[in-house]
């Protein structure tokens, strides 16, 4: 199993601009989540998913958008990115009642 | 609400030193309570976590925490550093047992002189 996979690594942005951060997982879990990491302030969930065509907004959505069309499938859409949203960005899935398999995360700067 | 306080965002300890590392909580239901680690550039690794089966839990490369309801804690504790354990280390609370919709503390850094 390749477990919890992220694609780009790494990624610079000019304002404005709008990408995708992929995430994909391999091990058929239902719960999907995006994270943030910026320094001192831990991860902050952005946006959650709880199966296939299910997703909910966590504690810090605004400026993002998901969906989930495939239980392995779930990106993040920056519409228009903003300085304030450079960050590590991390992917991660749960359903074994293990708690949560993170992916290798995404790091992305707005200039 | 829910959510959980990390002591000390930097802590340096000797190789062969116990490690302690501090968490307290606020919840309003049963908390589901998490370590996780992060080494430098990568992911988020599990390291063990408490869902009331049991008030201590060990957890893998020899880290153990116990959960306190009457100190609302959960600390992180090896008897025994080695160089290894550096990393970030990650206090988190949950609804639910299964780690969905996890609140993170702001980290601990450990760090592990020679």
């Known amino acids: 199993n390749a477990g919890v996979t992220q694609t780009p690594k790494f990624q610079v942005l000019k304002t404005g601009q709008s990408m995708t951060l992929q995430c994909a997982q391999d091990?058929?879990?239902?719960?999907m989540s995006w994270y943030r990491q910026d320094p001192g302030m831990g991860l902050r969930l952005i946006h959650y998913?709880?199966?296939?065509?299910?997703?909910d907004q966590g504690e810090v959505p605004n400026g993002y958008n998901v969906s989930r069309s495939t239980t392995e499938d779930f990106p993040l859409r920056l519409l228009s990115a903003a300085p304030s949203q450079t960050s590590v960005y991390f992917c991660?899935?749960?359903?074994?009642?293990?708690?949560?398999?993170f992916g290798p995360g995404t790091r992305l700067t707005v200039t | 609400a829910q959510s959980v306080t990390q002591l000390g965002s930097h802590v340096s300890v000797s190789e062969g030193a116990l490690v302690l590392l501090r968490c307290n909580y606020s919840?309003?239901?049963?908390?589901?309570l998490f370590w996780y680690v992060q080494y430098p550039n990568q992911g988020l690794q599990l390291l063990l976590k408490?869902?009331?089966?049991?008030?201590l839990v060990k957890g893998i490369n020899g880290f153990e925490a116990e959960f306190k309801k009457s100190e609302t804690s959960f600390h992180l504790t090896k008897p025994s550093a080695h160089m290894s354990d550096a990393a970030e280390y990650f206090c988190?609370?949950?609804?639910?047992?299964?780690?969905?919709?996890?609140?993170f503390g702001t980290g601990t850094r450990l760090a592990v002189r020679p």
């Open positions: 991660a899935s749960s359903g074994t009642g293990r708690g949560q398999y």
């Open positions: 091990m058929n879990h239902e719960y």
């Open positions: 998913s709880v199966g296939a065509g299910i997703t």
């Open positions: 919840s309003s239901v049963p908390p589901y």
């Open positions: 408490y869902t009331s089966a049991a008030t």
């Open positions: 988190a609370v949950s609804e639910k047992s299964s780690g969905d919709k996890l609140t």
